[in-house]
């Protein structure tokens, strides 16, 4: 019983932490979250020396990509609308400066 709840347990965390994630990505979609750089990179200075790049004998398919014409059953949908009004919410966002 006791493994049972552990899992339940981690189940909830990695439901969490993926609900957490998508709510960050959302916040830069929108311009929620606006990041400006404040200091430029500097890399490192490396040396090198000697070495030899792998070599490869690829042999890959071939692949052909046509079309060709063949004939279909398609179903025909009869659909009307009406403008008709209706109250919705408003949102209004300032995007972070």
């Given at each position: ?20 994630v998508v709510l960050v990505v959302a916040a ?64 209004d966002v300032e995007k972070a400066q």
């Amino acid at each position: 019983m006791d493994n049972i709840e552990r899992k339940r347990g981690m189940g909830a965390g990695v439901i969490l932490a993926i609900v957490a994630v998508v709510l960050v990505v959302a916040a830069f979609a929108f311009g929620l979250i606006d990041i400006d750089q404040t200091k430029e990179t500097q890399l490192p200075e490396v040396a090198v020396q000697g070495g030899q790049a792998p070599a490869f004998d690829v042999d890959a398919a071939k692949v052909k990509v046509g079309s060709a014409t063949t004939d279909v059953s398609v179903p025909t949908v009869d659909v009307s609308s009406e403008k008709v009004g209706v109250e919705v919410p408003t949102v209004d966002v300032e995007k972070a400066q």
